[in-house]
């Protein structure tokens, strides 16, 4: 019997909140920076009550991948991360920052 084919995965949304000192710290313009090198969609914003909100489509590899890039340069300004993940819309045409 031949073995079965993997399923490619699926782009997902992932909305992402960072809490922590991270306003005021170049948080928006180094995730920009670093959305740049992944095959990533969305945008970065700062909340009024000082988190900062990751909206993400793309596949999970690479959005993980992308996760893992921020906590390597933003990590020590980061206290806790919450994510949620729904399907992908494909409503966003590159990674901005938003104000």
């Given at each position: ?76 300004h980061i206290g806790r991360i919450t994510r949620k993940r729904t399907a992908a ?11």
């Open positions: 019997m031949g073995e079965l084919e993997p399923q490619p995965h699926l782009p997902e949304r992932w909305e992402i909140y960072y809490e922590g000192h991270v306003q005021g710290v170049g948080f928006r313009y180094t995730t920009r920076r670093i959305a740049a090198q992944f095959a990533v969609t969305g945008y970065v914003r700062n909340l009024p009550d000082g988190r900062v909100q990751v909206v993400l489509e793309g596949l999970p590899e690479e959005m993980d991948r992308m996760l893992q890039a921020i906590q390597s340069v933003m990590g020590r819309t494909g409503e966003f045409q590159g990674f901005e920052i938003r104000f």
